[in-house]
């Protein structure tokens, strides 16, 4: 069965640390895969995606992604945190827009 | 800058009644999907649409029912609300074609309360 798994319920970051956010899927074959953002009271917005080729992507916002498919995983990275990046994130991951399996989020709080 | 409309943003409402959350988009988007969003929950797609005329349900069973009579809008009804369908509600659009390969566009949702 499809599923995302995103290990990290809730994390904390001072203001100019690396972030790294957990993904690990479950598919039957390579799917694609992405990332978004949700801000408190919107919608969510695509971050990055990958389909193939480099397994390093770049995003908007300075955010990053490398899928591993040994390890069946898609972290998300970001080298300095800003204020603005607190929201919550969500891994996806499906071959069509239909089938999509999303992650329950994980909360990003960042410290002054 | 997405443009896709959600009203009303929020709804307090009794046991019983009927009530239709409204979806439109103006990027004229042939693909149409409905979300529910509960809590430290993954997001459960209840209703797509290919196009006007089209509609399928998602993988999350869902009492509610959709129709799409014109590109832009995707309304989703429910008859009778309950309790249990106190949640978030995401409208969301697409491109067709090219598997998902074009991305989705979120509204800011609905979260609905039923008393």
């Known amino acids: 069965a499809q599923s995302v798994t995103q290990p990290d319920i809730h994390i904390t970051v001072s203001e100019g640390a690396s972030l790294e956010l957990r993904c690990n899927y479950s598919?039957?074959?390579?799917?694609?895969l992405f990332w978004y953002v949700q801000s408190p009271g919107q919608g969510l917005q695509l971050l990055l995606k990958y389909f193939s080729g480099d397994t390093l992507v770049q995003g908007i916002k300075g955010f990053e992604a490398e899928f591993k498919r040994s390890q069946s995983s898609f972290n998300l990275r970001k080298p300095s945190v800003h204020w603005s990046d607190a929201a919550e994130y969500f891994c996806a991951v499906g071959r069509n827009n239909n089938d999509m399996r999303f992650g329950a989020g994980t909360r990003l709080t960042v410290k002054p | 800058e997405a443009d896709i409309y959600q009203t009303p943003r929020y709804l307090v409402i009794g046991t019983g009644k009927k009530i239709t959350l409204e979806c439109s988009q103006t990027?004229?988007?042939?693909?149409m999907y409905w979300y529910q969003q509960d809590p430290g929950m993954e997001l459960h797609l209840i209703h797509y649409?290919?196009?006007?005329?089209?509609?399928e349900k998602g993988d999350l069973s869902s009492e509610s029912t959709v129709s799409r009579i014109r590109t832009e809008h995707f309304p989703l009804t429910l008859e009778s609300a309950r309790p249990s369908h106190t949640s978030q509600y995401l409208c969301a659009s697409s491109e067709f074609g090219g598997g998902a390969s074009y991305e989705q566009y979120f509204g800011p949702g609905t979260r609905l309360t039923v008393t």
């Open positions: 598919y039957g074959a390579t799917p694609y």
């Open positions: 649409s290919y196009g006007v005329n089209s509609t």
């Open positions: 990027m004229g988007h042939d693909k």
